[in-house]
């Protein structure tokens, strides 16, 4: 009766088992399909950590009762073993870097915390300025910021101050979206050395997200940064509150429903729109005849179509110099890394890093690159 047992409950674990190994190799695929053919693959995509947490948890299972079958979920990770090292990644430090070293910063700043207003609608400075302390303790010489806000009316100073004290006086900002001419919203670069060209990939999108270039002359050298914003899936308040309802067991059938529905459409539109997007870029820089950097919120995990498209060529800089997991969302999410710096192969990275200072809803990551010699 026992054997029975084990056997029923062996067999069930075995066919959970390989539901989430086939889960896990749609995930591996998911990234060389484009959403706009089959958006639902994209889902697969984000899942890759859960689903890999998953298959790991099985090899113990199956290691535990001293099964064979731990085999199974083990190959299939040593398979994707280039997906997961885009996830975790050990590299030592180096202590001693080259003298021709350029240090790079990518920063989501979320507006600066613009709209975190003190009673009255009085201006809020204090994000801001721990901002402005971090980019000093930093020091970059590039910095490419996504979500960067100026004020016209220079009452919330951001790009005059930078320059004022900073050693990068040379910038490249495009704005995309306004409010009421007063707020500029869009994405900005910030170079120690002289941009001697600039260029921007529009998107068509009505969202304000959008890719700009800077062609930069380091010595003799030129270099072209590309600075990138992808599409952003746009939760209002309700979809986030939603969420949290879920997580409670606070839901209302018909709730629930219709909210499930705006909030997939949304990720469907998102997908879609990264997809076109990331083909631009991808196509740019293909193109581009100079050594290129690549730094943005791609808004999308190492996993993902658009990431597999834009990455096509280029190395990453977590991948090659960094340590630990490195998610760069501030979140509950450990796996989440959708800020980047990638590079063409004239660089060599070294020192990836995650800043955790949480200013906004990124972290700001950096990496020091070494421009070779051809």
């Not at 930093?138 to 050693?167: G, Y």
């Not at 879609?272 to 950097?293: F, G, N, W």
């Amino acid at each position: 009766m026992r054997k029975n047992k084990n056997k029923i409950f062996n067999r069930i674990v075995l066919l959970l088992n390989l539901t989430v190994v086939i889960a896990l190799f749609i995930s591996y695929i998911s990234q060389y399909v484009s959403p706009e053919k089959y958006w639902h693959m994209a889902f697969f995509g984000v899942a890759y950590p859960l689903v890999l947490i998953a298959n790991i948890f099985f090899i113990f299972i199956w290691a535990i009762k001293r099964n064979f079958y731990f085999m199974i979920s083990l190959i299939s990770i040593l398979i994707g073993w280039h997906v997961l090292t885009r996830f975790v990644v050990i590299n030592k430090k180096t202590d001693n870097l080259p003298k021709n070293t350029i240090k790079v910063m990518s920063y989501n700043a979320r507006n600066f915390d613009l709209y975190n207003y003190l009673p009255k609608w009085k201006l809020n400075f204090e994000k801001r300025n721990k901002i402005f302390d971090l980019l000093t303790k930093e020091s970059p010489d590039i910095i490419c910021f996504q979500e960067f806000v100026h004020d016209a009316l220079k009452q919330f100073k951001t790009h005059d101050t930078i320059i004022q004290f900073l050693k990068t006086k040379y910038f490249h900002t495009e704005y995309t979206k306004s409010s009421k001419n007063i707020n500029f919203f869009g994405v900005a670069t910030y170079s120690v050395y002289p941009i001697i060209n600039r260029g921007k990939i529009k998107f068509n999108t009505t969202s304000g997200n959008t890719c700009i270039y800077s062609d930069i002359v380091i010595n003799k050298d030129t270099i072209r940064v590309y600075n990138v914003h992808f599409e952003s899936v746009r939760l209002s308040p309700e979809d986030y509150q939603f969420a949290e309802e879920i997580k409670k067991n606070l839901k209302e059938n018909e709730k629930f429903g219709d909210n499930s529905k705006r909030i997939i459409r949304r990720l469907k539109t998102a997908y879609q729109k990264r997809a076109s997007q990331s083909e631009l870029v991808a196509e740019s820089i293909m193109d581009c005849t100079y050594p290129v950097i690549l730094c943005g919120d791609f808004n999308d995990t190492p996993c993902s179509y658009s990431y597999k498209t834009v990455a096509a060529g280029l190395n990453d800089a977590f991948v090659e110099s960094g340590n630990g997991i490195g998610n760069s969302y501030v979140s509950k999410l450990p796996f989440f890394r959708i800020d980047y710096i990638l590079y063409s192969n004239r660089f060599k990275s070294y020192n990836y890093s995650v800043i955790k200072e949480k200013l906004s809803d990124h972290y700001p990551v950096t990496a020091f690159l070494e421009l070779k010699r051809k």
